[in-house]
């Protein structure tokens, strides 16, 4: 089979083209053909060994696909941790969920890392409360697609997006956010209080670490919470605990691979995630598209912020 190895960690360079044997499932196993395979922006952390868990040579990246189970010929989308990025990939049998009928691979691979992540913020880790005010950084990728059309669904009041271009913007308010704002740090705190009517607001999910990060903190009200979803700058960022006393902020982190050990969070949102897109309610913002001897291609554009939605490997060309 055809798939993207790395041998060394760096730059996009180090993702090649390679013939590998197709994957033999084992026990409690299912061999799936892949049709589609979702990039993270965790993809290009793994590339560079810089992401939350060590990475181990040689390596497959992509950790979710979507493609046709060899055994039964049913429609499938999983999570895979690594090997995504290949014409087959093995994965555990209890983790290969069945697409319904009427969604689409790209929506059904769009569900599971960035759909999930969006769901828990706002179920899990930020708790929005009815009627509160949320800030959705990257409001035009993947998690933030998604995030827009979820917020007052989910209980948010006003909803504001932050993108880098007025296309984005525009597209963030065409799937619900309230107000969509520029994602340039240098007076963002002041932008996201003017969005909010001129009021501090109460939940932001953030992605970026850096100066938006403190941005994002000193836009909260007391009580408010930051949910911190990924680190795109590669910019780490400290908090005092005195400063959170005195607020009553929260800073609170998510990585969607803890999920992975309590079944029922899995369960619960992608069974209401699949149940919204079946009934036209949430739509995958589909972008490009890529071969995969175009792997670097696309991680290099997802690196930087060219991309919008949700962009995909296609294993079979």
Same mark, same amino acid.
């Given at each position: 089979?055809?798939?993207?190895?790395?041998?060394? $960690?760096?730059?996009?360079?180090?993702?090649?083209?390679?013939?590998?044997?197709?994957?033999?499932?084992?026990?409690?196993?299912?061999?799936?053909?892949?049709?589609?395979?979702?990039?993270?922006?965790?993809?290009?952390?793994?590339?560079?060994?810089?992401?939350?868990?060590?990475?181990?040579? #040689?390596?497959?990246?992509?950790?979710?696909?979507?493609?046709?189970?060899?055994?039964?010929?049913?429609?499938?989308?999983?999570?895979?941790?690594?090997?995504?990025?290949?014409?087959?990939?093995?994965?555990?049998?209890?983790?290969?969920?069945?697409?319904?009928?009427?969604?689409?691979?790209?929506?059904?691979?769009?569900?599971?890392?960035?759909?999930?992540?969006?769901?828990?913020?706002?179920?899990?880790?930020?708790?929005?409360?009815?009627?509160?005010?949320?800030?959705?950084?990257?409001?035009?990728?993947?998690? /933030?697609?998604?995030?827009?059309?979820?917020?007052?669904?989910?209980?948010?009041?006003?909803?504001?997006?932050?993108?880098?271009?007025?296309?984005?913007?525009?597209?963030?308010?065409?799937?619900?956010?309230?107000?969509?704002?520029?994602?340039?740090?240098?007076?963002?705190?002041?932008?996201?209080?003017?969005?909010?009517?001129?009021?501090?607001?109460?939940?932001?999910?953030?992605?970026?670490?850096?100066?938006?990060?403190?941005?994002?903190?000193?836009?909260?009200?007391?009580?408010?919470?930051?949910?911190?979803?990924?680190?795109?700058?590669?910019? #780490?960022?400290?908090?005092?605990? /005195?400063?959170?006393?005195?607020?009553?902020?929260?800073?609170?982190?998510?990585?969607?691979?803890?999920?992975?050990?309590?079944?029922?969070?899995?369960?619960?949102?992608?069974?209401?995630? $699949?149940?919204?897109?079946?009934?036209?309610?949430?739509?995958?913002?589909?972008?490009?598209?890529?071969?995969?001897?175009?792997?670097?291609?696309?991680?290099?554009?997802?690196?930087?912020?060219?991309?919008?939605?949700?962009?995909?490997?296609?294993?079979?060309?």
């Amino acid at each position: 089979m055809r798939a993207i190895q790395i041998t060394e $960690f760096g730059g996009p360079e180090v993702l090649k083209v390679v013939e590998l044997p197709i994957p033999e499932a084992g026990e409690g196993e299912v061999l799936i053909r892949v049709t589609r395979a979702g990039l993270n922006f965790a993809d290009t952390h793994q590339r560079q060994n810089d992401y939350l868990a060590p990475s181990e040579l #040689p390596m497959i990246p992509g950790v979710e696909v979507a493609g046709v189970r060899e055994d039964t010929g049913e429609r499938v989308v999983s999570m895979c941790g690594t090997g995504g990025y290949a014409e087959y990939v093995k994965v555990p049998a209890m983790m290969a969920v069945p697409i319904p009928e009427g969604v689409s691979d790209e929506t059904a691979v769009a569900m599971m890392v960035q759909g999930m992540t969006a769901w828990h913020l706002y179920k899990t880790i930020g708790r929005v409360a009815e009627g509160e005010s949320v800030v959705i950084q990257a409001g035009a990728g993947g998690v /933030g697609t998604l995030a827009c059309q979820l917020g007052h669904a989910l209980g948010a009041g006003r909803v504001i997006a932050v993108a880098s271009t007025e296309e984005k913007r525009a597209l963030c308010l065409e799937l619900g956010a309230d107000a969509a704002i520029s994602s340039e740090p240098e007076g963002m705190r002041d932008r996201i209080i003017e969005a909010n009517n001129g009021k501090k607001v109460d939940v932001v999910f953030e992605m970026a670490g850096g100066q938006v990060f403190e941005e994002s903190l000193n836009a909260l009200a007391p009580f408010g919470r930051i949910c911190a979803y990924g680190l795109a700058s590669r910019e #780490p960022n400290e908090v005092s605990n /005195g400063r959170l006393m005195q607020k009553s902020w929260t800073v609170a982190g998510f990585w969607l691979m803890h999920c992975l050990t309590k079944p029922e969070m899995i369960g619960e949102a992608l069974g209401d995630l $699949f149940a919204r897109a079946g009934r036209g309610e949430l739509k995958a913002v589909v972008g490009e598209v890529y071969p995969l001897d175009q792997a670097a291609e696309a991680q290099t554009a997802l690196q930087e912020r060219r991309t919008t939605g949700k962009v995909f490997i296609d294993p079979t060309k």
